[in-house]
């Protein structure tokens, strides 16, 4: 089974950065795809990007141009940088991998990370 493990949240003011970092462990197959969601109360978990073993990227609307996304297959990480932070990007993070073996697609999650946006 696969582990995924979120670092890198906290309280950050409007306009500010932080870092995202997550982990995986475990048998993971080669074919995959790693990216963060969020989720605020009440609200559908939403995509917010995803990057495939091949580097392929993919962005929610809401936060292209402001987040980046990246990783290191050596090291099963995947990162989200995170730039010009509003008030509104307040939400739980939460790693997820895709694992594409041809009859389906398996998903694992994180237990997430809080990112608060606030003066």
């Known amino acids: 089974q696969v582990q995924l493990v979120e670092s890198g949240g906290g309280l950050v003011q409007p306009g500010g950065s932080l870092r995202l970092s997550c982990v995986a462990s475990g048998s993971i197959f080669s074919i995959n795809v790693m990216g963060w969601y969020r989720q605020v109360p009440g609200k559908e978990r939403e995509l917010v990007a995803a990057i495939s073993n091949g580097g392929t990227t993919n962005y929610g609307d809401s936060v292209k141009g402001r987040f980046f996304i990246s990783r290191d297959n050596a090291k099963n990480t995947v990162y989200l940088q995170m730039n010009g932070l509003k008030p509104e990007d307040t939400a739980v993070y939460y790693c997820?991998?895709?694992?594409?073996?041809?009859?389906?697609?398996?998903?694992?999650w994180g237990q997430g990370t809080q990112v608060i946006v606030s003066s």
């Open positions: 997820c991998l895709e694992e594409v073996r041809g009859v389906g697609v398996f998903r694992s």
